[in-house]
Every structure is written in structure tokens, then in C-alpha cells.
């Protein structure tokens, strides 16, 4: 079990940008020390509804990052009374999320847990999952893989269709080494993974309650 303090410790150093005065990281196994005591935090994730759907951590609410950044002023109000704990599927959200925090009017005690959901389902910590749209990371296995087996049939009538899946190849290996996906970014704006998104008075709401 964990010995560390709570809230936790600073985070020694935080990524390059992220709010130092504010700001703490967390492992897996610390938060879920931290959420079996009476002191627990608010669980703040910040993904895009379909990813949180598709699991997150019980409890959490969810603020996706762009609603956090168009009404950070608003929001940082309603976190200020406590410490919060700010999610994504990594951490890199998270932390892009708490620099908005930093630059509100008023002060936020927020944390990042280290390795987002990633870290948290790899330590077993707890799951709950929504029904709804396949999540994220499925659609993205689908379309590449549909590109990339497209343009292998389509290349012995059609060679150039072979630098079709070079380049679904190369974006897959740069999204892997800088922890962004456009992919991603572009699905989750289809639709099917937007009608659910929350609106701001829902969020508020959540928050409340």
C-alpha cells in the first residue's frame, strides 16, 4: 500500500507549461489509497464523452477538455473547494487541462493522475462503462485497418494506392511517439460520438450534485 501523504506530494519536475504551484501527480495506486479515505477528491475527467462511456474510473464526472477550456473562468468556481484529480487517457489532456486551471481567476488544488485510465486499468483499479458508440480507440482500429487493407487490394489495378498505406502507417507511428491521434480527433467529432457530449448546464449540474 501506498505511503504517501494526501493530497499528494508536488510533482518533481511536471511536464514543461503545467501549473507548479498548484499542480501534483499521482500513480494509480496512490489515488486509489486517496479515494478509500474520507478526504476523497473530485474526479475530474476530461475526455471526450465517448472515451468516457467507454470506461472511466466510478465516480468521475466528465468535463471535456474543450468545455473546460471555453468556460474555465465558470468551472474553476465550482472546483475550487476542494482538491480534484484530473483524468484523460494518458496524462497529457490532463495536464493541458490543469494550465487552464492555473490561468482562472480563482485558485484550483489540482492533481494529475500519472498514466491516466492506461495506468489505472493496467493496475486493475476499478471500471465503469456506459453503453453507447464503440469507444474511440475501436473506431480508430477500424478505419486504419479498412484504409490499409483497401489500398493493399486496390494496388496491384491502382499502385499508387500502396503510399496510401504508408501513410496511414506513418500517422499511426507519429501518433504513438507525440500521444496525439488526428484520427482520433477527427472521429470524435462525427455524430454518433457527439450527440452525448454534455452541455455546459449538464456539467454544472454534475459538478453540484
Known amino acids: ?21 498548484q499542480a501534483a501527480q499521482l500513480t494509480a495506486g496512490e489515488l486509489r489509497d486517496w479515494l478509500n479515505r474520507e478526504s476523497r477528491p473530485q474526479l475530474i475527467d476530461v475526455r471526450a464523452a465517448a472515451e468516457f462511456r467507454a470506461g472511466h474510473i466510478p465516480g468521475a464526472r466528465n468535463v471535456p477538455l474543450p468545455i473546460l477550456r471555453e468556460h474555465v473562468d465558470e468551472l474553476s468556481g465550482r472546483l475550487s473547494g476542494q482538491p480534484i484529480v484530473l483524468i484523460c487517457r494518458t496524462d497529457r489532456r490532463a495536464w493541458k487541462a490543469g494550465e487552464f486551471l492555473d490561468a482562472a481567476a480563482g485558485p484550483v488544488r489540482w492533481h ?27 473506431q480508430i482500429r477500424l478505419v486504419t485497418g479498412g484504409i490499409v487493407a483497401g489500398s493493399v487490394v486496390a494496388s496491384p489495378g491502382v499502385p499508387p494506392a500502396r503510399g496510401v498505406a504508408g501513410v496511414v502507417g506513418a500517422g499511426r507511428v507519429a501518433a504513438a511517439l507525440t500521444d496525439t491521434c488526428l484520427m482520433g480527433e477527427m472521429l470524435s467529432r462525427l455524430p454518433c460520438n457527439r450527440q452525448e457530449e454534455p452541455a455546459l448546464r449538464d456539467v454544472l449540474a454534475g459538478l453540484d450534485g
Request: no cysteine; charged share 15%.
Open 1 to 21: 500500500m501506498s505511503t504517501s501523504t494526501f493530497p499528494p506530494r508536488p510533482a518533481e519536475p511536471a511536464p514543461q507549461g503545467a501549473g507548479q504551484s
Open 112 to 138: 494529475v493522475l500519472a498514466g491516466g485510465m492506461t495506468a489505472w486499468e493496467q493496475e486493475q483499479g476499478p471500471v465503469a462503462r456506459v453503453p453507447g458508440p464503440w469507444a474511440l480507440e475501436r
